[in-house]
Antibody, heavy 120, light 110 residues
Framework: QITLEETGPTLVKPTQTLTLTCTFS??????????VGWIRQPPGKALEWLAR???????RYNPSLESRLSIMKDTSKNQVVLTMTNMDPVDTATYFC????????????WGQGILVTVSS | QSALTQPRSVSGSPGQSVTISCTGT?????????VSWYQQHPGKAPKLMIY???TRPSGVPDRFFGSKSGNTASLTIAGLQAEDEADYYC??????????FGTGTEVTVL
C-alpha cells in the first residue's frame, strides 16, 4: 500500500523560504523507475506542476519557478523535500506530493495536501 | 509553458455522455502521446483516471474514455453518474521531462 503525507508550515511570511517534506511508504526511491512529484493548487484554481525527482537522482522543475525551487530526496528516511524561496501571497496554495509509477510519468497516489498561506 | 485550455464547465443528465476538451500546442498535447486526466472531488486529492491518452488504471470504470486529435485531447464520460460530478484536469508531457496541467473543467450532473 502506497501512502504519502505532506508536512511543513501552514503559514509563512512574504520573502521567507518554504520547506515541505513528503514522507512516503510502500515504495523506495532507490528502485529503478520510482519517482515523486510536487503539484500545487491555489484556492479555487487549477493544478500546477512544480517539480519531480526520479531514481537515481534526476530532478526537473517548472521553468517558470525553477529559480526558486529545489527538490531533494533522503532515501534512508523515505522522504522528499521541496524548498521554495522568496514566498509571495500568490504562492498561497495546497501543496501535494504524489507517486510516479513505473508504467507512466503520471501520478497514481497522492498525499492529502497541505494548505500553505503566505501572509504577513 | 502555458496551461492547457479546457472549458470551464460541462453538464449532463444521468445516463448521458459528456466530453471535455483539452487544447494545447504541438509542443505538448500534439507532440506526444502522453496525455493524462485527473478527477478531483472538492477537498480531495486528484485521482488519475486516464494516462497515455487512452489507458485506464486498474479500477477506473470503462465509462471513462480518452482520445486525442492533433493538439486537442478529449475525455468522454459515458453513462454519466452522480459520483462523476467533480473537477477534471488534463495533463500533458511538454518535453524536457516537464508536465503541464489544464485549466480544469467542472462537470455537473443535472
Amino acid at each position: 500500500q502506497i501512502t504519502l503525507e505532506e508536512t511543513g508550515p501552514t503559514l509563512v511570511k512574504p520573502t521567507q523560504t518554504l520547506t515541505l517534506t513528503c514522507t512516503f511508504s510502500g515504495f523506495s526511491l532507490s528502485s529503478p523507475g520510482a519517482g515523486v512529484g510536487w503539484i500545487r493548487q491555489p484556492p479555487g484554481k487549477a493544478l500546477e506542476w512544480l517539480a519531480r525527482i526520479y531514481w537515481p537522482d534526476d530532478k526537473r522543475y517548472n521553468p517558470s519557478l525553477e529559480s526558486r525551487l529545489s527538490i531533494m530526496k533522503d532515501t534512508s528516511k523515505n522522504q522528499v523535500v521541496l524548498t521554495m524561496t522568496n514566498m509571495d501571497p500568490v504562492d498561497t496554495a495546497t501543496y501535494f506530493c504524489a507517486h510516479r509509477p513505473e508504467t507512466t510519468d503520471d501520478y497514481d497516489y497522492w498525499g492529502q495536501g497541505i494548505l500553505v498561506t503566505v501572509s504577513s | 509553458q502555458s496551461a492547457l485550455t479546457q472549458p470551464r464547465s460541462v453538464s449532463g443528465s444521468p445516463g448521458q455522455s459528456v466530453t471535455i476538451s483539452c487544447t494545447g500546442t504541438s509542443s505538448d498535447v500534439g507532440g506526444y502521446n502522453y496525455v493524462s486526466w485527473y478527477q478531483q472531488h472538492p477537498g480531495k486529492a486528484p485521482k488519475l483516471m486516464i494516462y497515455h491518452v487512452n489507458t485506464r488504471p486498474s479500477g477506473v470504470p470503462d465509462r471513462f474514455f480518452g482520445s486525442k486529435s492533433g493538439n486537442t485531447a478529449s475525455l468522454t464520460i459515458a453513462g454519466l453518474q452522480a459520483e462523476d460530478e467533480a473537477d477534471y484536469y488534463c495533463c500533458s508531457y511538454a518535453g524536457s521531462y516537464l508536465r503541464v496541467f489544464g485549466t480544469g473543467t467542472e462537470v455537473t450532473v443535472l
